[in-house]
């Protein structure tokens, strides 16, 4: 056994707690670095919003890239997985409650 499947053994909800804090722990890290990006083009995006963002931009990044998940697939069940439905729109909710566009500011003559 690897260190890496012996650290993702441990699991909350059948899903692995070392791929949820990596992932969180990555984007959390990321943040300022994001925040200064998308300010360049005229986008206000807080910090603790890429926390938010975290869970729903992996989704869609594992249903862009065709990489189906355990919880991608969950996510996508028909017939199912509502509490992790709701906790994801949720936190798209709160992710992009707080972003905002800024308005080119007009030279004054």
Do not use: C
């Amino acid at each position: 056994m690897t260190t890496l499947e012996f650290l993702r053994q441990f699991r909350i909800g059948g899903y692995a707690v070392f791929d949820l804090v990596v992932a969180f722990l990555g984007i959390y890290l990321l943040s300022p670095l994001l925040s200064k990006v998308f300010l360049k083009i005229r986008i206000s995006i807080p910090k603790i919003n890429w926390v938010f963002l975290t869970l729903p931009l992996g989704i869609l990044t594992h249903l862009l890239v065709g990489r189906i998940t355990p919880m991608t697939k969950n996510f996508l069940d028909m017939h199912g997985h509502y509490f992790l439905k709701i906790l994801i729109l949720g936190l798209l909710f709160f992710g992009l409650r707080g972003i905002k566009i800024i308005k080119k500011e007009k030279s004054s003559k």
